[in-house]
């Protein structure tokens, strides 16, 4: 399935329009309204729906109290480590009774696998090293009934069946919506046919009459050949070319709306957006340097050496083609060198070669900690709503224009710093209540060599 | 005509950056951040250093700057040894307790670098985590709340962000020695805030500056 990001865009606000919104168009066109409305009942129903299965689903899995202490003593002492259904720091938990070959070698085991491992028990052993001899926690003072409980819940957990993510969620696929601009060009080309066919209809009508009057009809110009048309299309022509020529000069060089494709599909809404992953934890380098850096593969294995899975909503690329997350973390591993279930060794990585998009000319002096640390500038402010963008794209022009607008709308922390105490005027000013804040521009934010230089 | 063709031609989809007219001054001549050497010129091995251009970007091994904290005594455990980390244990946070402001910022440090996993109320349940609803499989440690982490030394800890443990990585890249003895300053306080004492907060000039 195909879809624009433009169209998706549109979609979720046509799911989002209440009824209400929708009622003045029962009287225009009753059958729109309706469908659109049993679409929204449908959708809402739906989603009553899967709410209540889900209920049901937590009900009957947490009347098994037993079940629930196990999640709890799982949670405190193994879930650091071990997961059910996946490799961590140690091996995936799902069928651990029915791995090892006695029950009881297990329990020693999790209490203390030093020992069983001293005690040279074959299958200890060969776990120890298959796990390139990572230690486990010792947890001596477990009881067994804590680790009967901790095992039911393993045993229980690792019977559900695996939920697929790829699923498509039942609801349907709202209709999808033409674009507008067409409609209203062929508004505006039939509007304009209806005026030119009126006009000659007037002129014919104005010779019927001359003739019955007996004023002489002059010869009739043809369209082509009329001067006020000629002259209307002329002025049509060069105001449109015009407007384009000068648009595309003033573009030129700058690179609003630049989108490159990029070797990984990072998505900053899934990082930043739905994760609440702070800008500074990859771009630290935005508050302490010139340049905000780009993160080198091991601040994304931070993270992704844990999450090697996608499991959040679908992703698009820009023009609508639905991307495979899971692929795109297995792309970061290529680059990182790590192969999972093995420890990571770091020197093996490859820099990701990441396309700049915002670029400023080599005449302009430009620094990210001037206005992140010490103007507390939003990062959204010049990169727009970054939290909300799979695929990054240049949000400001980065003109001049757009800088120095910044500039003279921006106030500075004046009062109390004593970085601006030389501006004796200004303090002054302030005092007598002649100024009530001082703008970058006053500071001279708008000098030429203040960013020229 | 020809710009309205040509404007009408493209998709909405910008993916090639645009064209420029007589770029003046526009490129820099001199090598940027993340432009490419020139690889006819420069090396990045060591060894190739005879008939080009060594150059790896690093400072000399060994290198300090001014003001910096003294390196870790301590290096990374080989695989299946705990010896260095057991070891670090009896390495003391070699920062004086922190003043108001600086736990402040600390506490901003946290927050980006740490509170994504471990949580902003340093419970081990951060936005990646949410009780195992999150992406993140492993459960985080609590660093309040949990005897483990409470009594844990200073130096450990230090040791854990500096050279990763279990499935936390290291955050040697993303903060300086001095940021990261500040967050174990910053941890330090908030446990024993938990616990009931008062944080352990230095009083001097510095607590009183101006807001």
């Not at chain 1, 069946?161 to 209709?175: H, L, Q, S």
């Not at chain 2, 003895?181 to 938990?194: C, D, L, R, T, V």
Request: net charge neutral; glycine share 8%; charged share 20%.
């Amino acid at each position: 399935m195909k879809i624009s990001a433009k169209k998706k865009l549109k979609r979720v606000m046509f799911c989002q329009i209440p009824v209400i919104l929708l009622s003045p168009f029962k009287d225009i066109s009753p059958h729109l309204y309706n469908s659109t409305v049993n679409m929204i009942h449908l959708r809402s129903i739906m989603g009553k729906l899967t709410f209540i299965a889900a209920f049901c689903f937590f009900v009957l899995f947490s009347n098994q109290s037993f079940s629930q202490d196990g999640k709890a003593l799982f949670s405190q002492n193994c879930a650091s480590c071990h997961a059910i259904n996946k490799d961590l720091t140690g091996p995936a938990l799902a069928g651990v009774e029915d791995r090892w070959p006695d029950k009881k070698m297990l329990y020693s085991w999790i209490k203390n696998n030093q020992a069983v491992i001293k005690s040279g028990y074959p299958y200890a052993v060969d776990l120890y090293n298959k796990w390139n001899k990572t230690q486990m926690n010792l947890f001596t003072s477990l009881p067994d009934k804590d680790i009967d409980a901790i095992l039911g819940y393993i045993k229980v957990e690792g019977s559900k069946p695996a939920v697929d993510p790829n699923k498509p969620v039942p609801g349907g696929v709202v209709a999808e919506e033409g674009d507008n601009t067409l409609l209203f060009g062929i508004l505006t080309l039939i509007l304009a046919i209806v005026a030119f066919v009126l006009l000659q209809v007037n002129a014919n009508l104005k010779k019927l009459a001359d003739d019955k009057e007996g004023i002489p009809a002059t010869e009739p110009v043809p369209v082509w050949r009329n001067k006020v048309y000629i002259m209307f299309a002329t002025l049509v022509l060069f105001t449109i070319g015009g407007y384009y020529t000068v648009m595309g000069a003033i573009g030129l060089g700058r690179s609003q709306d630049y989108q490159p494709e990029q070797p990984i599909f990072y998505s900053h809404k899934v990082h930043a957006g739905t994760n609440q992953i702070s800008c500074l934890y990859c771009h630290g380098g935005a508050q302490e340097s010139k340049h905000a850096n780009i993160p080198s593969v091991n601040v994304c294995m931070n993270c992704h050496m844990a999450i090697n899975e996608y499991k959040g909503e679908a992703l698009y690329t820009a023009e609508g083609e639905e991307v495979n997350g899971t692929n795109e973390i297995k792309k970061l591993y290529k680059y990182a060198g790590y192969e999972e279930g093995k420890p990571w060794d770091a020197t093996k990585a490859k820099p990701v070669e990441w396309v700049k998009i915002h670029s400023l000319p080599d005449h302009v002096y430009f620094n990210h900690s001037q206005h992140v640390a010490v103007g507390k500038v939003q990062c959204q402010t010049c990169h727009g709503e970054i939290t909300k963008m799979n695929e990054v794209y240049q949000f400001a022009d980065l003109s001049m224009g757009w800088c120095i607008n910044c500039h003279r709308e921006t106030k500075v922390q004046f009062a109390d710093n004593g970085f601006y105490s030389i501006y004796e005027k200004y303090h002054e000013d302030m005092k007598n209540g002649t100024m009530d804040s001082v703008t970058v521009a006053n500071i001279g934010g708008t000098e030429c060599q203040k960013c020229h230089y | 005509m020809v710009n309205v063709i040509a404007i009408s031609g493209c998709s909405d989809v910008k993916r090639e950056p645009g064209s420029i007219y007589m770029p003046d001054m526009a490129y820099s001549r001199a090598y940027e951040t993340y432009s490419e050497r020139d690889s006819t010129i420069f090396t990045s091995e060591e060894n190739h250093s005879d008939d080009k251009i060594f150059y790896n970007t690093l400072p000399v091994t060994g290198t300090i700057a001014r003001g910096e904290e003294l390196p870790f005594p301590l290096t990374k455990d080989a695989a299946g040894d705990t010896a260095n980390y057991a070891a670090s244990k009896l390495i003391a946070n070699p920062l004086p307790p922190l003043t108001a402001e600086e736990l402040k910022e600390s506490e901003r440090l946290y927050l980006i670098n740490c509170g994504i996993c471990h949580g902003a109320k340093l419970n081990g349940n951060g936005p990646l985590y949410k009780d195992g609803n999150g992406p993140y499989a492993a459960k985080p440690a609590a660093l309040v709340g949990d005897a483990k982490y409470e009594n844990m030394p200073d130096g450990q800890m230090y040791y854990s962000i500096l050279y990763g443990k279990n499935l936390m990585g290291s955050y040697a890249s993303q903060l300086n020695r001095d940021q990261r003895w500040k967050i174990i300053h910053y941890i330090k306080a908030k446990q024993a805030e938990a616990k009931g004492g008062s944080a352990p907060v230095a009083v001097d000039s510095a607590t009183v500056v101006k807001k």
